[in-house]
């Protein structure tokens, strides 16, 4: 469990110096960062709901985030309608590449639902004490 979580923990680093070369590139100032380590499933994580609180407050130009699913991996649509309310452009600073076929992308997805919710599922039993 340790070693996913230093996995993790070390590209998130890599993401965010992309993040920052990408703004510096552009002459753009990051006002504030938002980080979050869990799944682009996870609709309640800390950083993004933050994000959104604080929207109206910072009233930044653009949201960027290096792939489109870790913003998140449903409701993208519903996230830039409530940034656009504000006048904010979310960005991916690497496009999606569309090189998959919509079967692809549809398998992807189902395999990444699965296992998010395996992933529950296992956190779940973890503290129960099962009967032999």
Known sequence: MLELASKQRN?????????????????WRIVKKYRDIASGL?????GLLRLLK????????????????????????LLQTCMELFDVTPHSIMAEVRTETPEQRLVRDMVAILTSFAGKLHRQRR?????T
């Open 11 to 27: 590209d998130l680093i890599r993401q965010e110096l992309a993040l920052e070369a990408y703004a510096r590139q552009r002459g």
């Open 42 to 46: 996870n609709d309640r994580r800390a």
């Open 54 to 77: 604080e929207l109206p407050l910072l009233q930044p130009r653009y949201v960027l985030y290096v792939y489109p699913d870790r913003l998140s991996r449903f409701g993208r649509n």
């Open 127 to 131: 503290g129960r004490i099962h009967p």
